[in-house]
């Protein structure tokens, strides 16, 4: 099914967290007032990105990356015209003018520039396709979304939209533990670790801002970071009533047993509908 | 006579009217008022204050549905219709990815106000652009043993599932 919408509904940061946690595959379109560009993911990391005003080839990148200088960038233009990326790429290390990692290099810091940009996107449409393929000849990248998920979430201002991100400070957290996420390998800065370091579900998020003496606009971005990129989770605080408890206020004065047989005589009521 | 209640929420718009309509044994005690603002101009009325259904079980023991009125300027009514609930159901209109984040706020403040076991209802699965239930889970930020359910909500089969459903989870945690 095709996952379409408006920015404004739902955010580049929500659209790469259903990414990563869904470990997608496909082309993210992107369409904004003044530009467009694409994401190409597989399996929930990014491969390919591309904007729609700027052709992204493979000499252009690694120029930008001061990897080739401008007169080999105008040679590579003139002469490579018709070479596809993967070709020119092979040529290129074999002419001992870059290295593998270096064209490796350059790709991953373009497209997650790329993706940085698309973080100020307010507005827009966006469309995700499945199972559609980076293009014929690109050279393909793999890049963990975590990282850049964090980076984003950094640069949320508005206090308004982190508290309806973040409604609850009497939350706890814990740790989703992924398989193939290890925290140790994501970029966290040190305030983001201070919190991590204190992330137990007896600790509410309001008992972690104190202990690392942060405001609430700074706590609630992080954890907002945290669980976007699908690091932690929002578990109920340590001793708050349990559903068990919960129950017992609607039936009032009637033994266990019997809460069962009326629970019972209801299902078999509604069955017969 | 026993009365015991369930509660049915949600954003705007989701389906919670219909869903209550659906299975109740007398007609939803109407609330309802035309909309005046433009914005939510997407269906003729909507519910003030709340939706009310009722299922007898027997002469001993009747359940009542409670809908909550899906427009946010109400929020005021949940806690008190939360109060000595059974369990509840968050509904989520499948077609409206802008409404996902208020849903999970509303399922939050629900586990907070009372906290019964729950069920998760994606209404509108039979319209085109739908959102996958996986897609769901995730924007919900639902955990692996909450239950989202597909649902329809003018479909008699797909409500009765839903609340059985919940009916099964509560059992669960009578042991
Ligand atoms: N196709 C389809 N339409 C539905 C479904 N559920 C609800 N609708 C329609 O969606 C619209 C909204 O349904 P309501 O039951 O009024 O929604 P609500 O949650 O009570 O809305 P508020 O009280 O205004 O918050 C109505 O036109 C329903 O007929 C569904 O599962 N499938
Ligand atoms: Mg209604």
Redesign the pocket.
Known sequence: MALQGNLRDFTVTQLLNLINLANKTGSLLIQGPNAGARAIFREGKLAFAQLANENGSLPAVLHLADKITDAQLRTLEQRAAGMSDKELGLLLINAGYVSQEDILESLRSYFTDIIQQLFTWVEGRFKFQDDQDIPEGRIPVRIALEDMIMQGSRQMREFEQLQYEVPNLDMSLAFTDRPGVNLKKVNLNVEEWRVVSYINPKNSIRDIAKTTQMNDLEIRRIVYGLLQAGLVKLVRPHGAPTQLEGLQTAFPGVEREEQKGLVNRLIERIRSI | MLTVKMVVTGPFNAG??EFIQTVSEIDVVST?RKISSEAERVKET??VAM?FGRITVDEELVLYLF?T??QKRFDFMWEILSEGMLGFIVMVDSTAPETFREARNILEAFRTFSPTPYVVAASKQDKEGAWDLEDIRIALRLDDEDKLLPCVAVDKEAVKNVLLELLDSILKELG
């Open positions: 919670k009217t309802e909507t519910t939706d809908g009125p899906g």
